[in-house]
């Protein structure tokens, strides 16, 4: 059973950087994973993936400030947060595909993927 545990996030000023990983079990072969967020009385939103061949995606407001990283070998995926600002305060999810979508096609889209994690909280004050 595919199973993924976020970790990082927490609490941090304006201006200052967080990252998060992913630990992804219970699975082989390679999937597109990516991030979403979900602030509070809002839709979630896709934030980044990254698909079987390493190719990173990223919303265009969030580019220059979010990287989508992943190291293949540890099944984690990571996302490293720079220049944080206060609307970026929101609950992050990790999520997976299955194999047959690894190319990471639509990876905006909440329902392309089929494996999601707990989330993790990022808070950013002003």
């Known amino acids: 059973q595919v199973q993924l545990v976020e970790s990082g996030g927490g609490s941090v000023q304006a201006g200052g950087s967080l990252s998060l990983s992913c630990a992804a079990t219970?699975?082989?072969?390679?999937?597109?994973m990516g991030w979403f967020r979900q602030a509070p009385g809002k839709e979630r939103e896709g934030v980044a993936a990254i698909d079987r061949d390493g190719r990173p995606r990223c919303a265009d407001s969030l580019k220059g400030r979010f990287t989508i990283s992943k190291d293949s070998a540890k099944n984690t995926l990571y996302l490293q947060m720079n220049g944080l600002k206060p609307e970026d305060t929101a609950m992050y999810y990790c999520a997976a595909t299955t194999i047959s979508r690894s190319s990471c096609g639509s990876w905006y889209l909440g329902s392309t993927f089929a494996y999601w994690g707990q989330g993790a909280q990022v808070t950013v004050s002003s």
């Open positions: 219970g699975y082989t072969g390679t999937r597109c």
